[in-house]
């Protein structure tokens, strides 16, 4: 509810710049969903630009859905930190075993003023992308550690895996999570 106001502003200077302008995401609509997915994976990008695919497909299907209505924009972001507060829930209760502690740690998660940016801000997307891929990550590591026998820790371990590519994907710095594991 802190953040529902957000549904109602328009697109800041970031999001012009990554979202009204960009060729890939509103040049898009001729190309569909997946348009040419070659190009947006593997092209090198224009000086200034970040490697960030997964989020300019999730650009990208946002355009071509509602068009550039920036409050579409801003309610798939919110919707997004609703998910990932609840990623947040479910892994603090794994490695806590309690509720309540880990709907206090969820709540200060989804409630910090450092989300704000990640929220308000339709360009952090690519931040929440990062954290619900992440955040799923590692929800599927800790499931793949529990579980006895190596066929289901090694599904695990690759389900785990394919999360952080998508991570990295989103957003350049969950690199280093990555190089890390």
């Known amino acids: 509810l802190l953040y529902l106001p957000a549904v109602f502003y328009g697109f800041a200077y970031d999001d012009y710049l990554h979202i009204f302008y960009n060729v890939d995401v509103v040049g898009a609509a001729q190309g569909g969903v997946l348009g040419d997915l070659w190009a947006l994976f593997f092209r090198p990008f224009p000086p200034g630009n970040l490697y960030r695919p997964a989020t300019l497909l999730s650009y990208r299907l946002n355009f071509l859905l509602t068009g550039l209505n920036p409050g579409a924009f801003h309610l798939v972001n919110l919707l997004l930190h609703v998910g990932c507060g609840l990623l947040v829930l479910f892994f603090l209760r794994d490695l806590l075993g309690r509720l309540w502690p880990a709907w206090c740690g969820a709540a200060l998660f989804m409630l910090h003023p450092l989300q704000v940016e990640a929220v308000v801000n339709v360009a ?40 952080l590519i998508a991570a990295a994907l989103a957003k350049e710095s969950a690199l280093t999570f990555v190089i890390l594991i």
């Open 124 to 163: 952090g997307r690519s931040e929440l992308l990062d954290a619900s891929c992440g955040l799923a990550s590692l929800l599927l590591f800790r499931a793949a550690c529990a579980v006895p026998g190596p066929r289901r820790a090694g599904a695990g371990f690759l389900l785990a895996g394919l999360g």
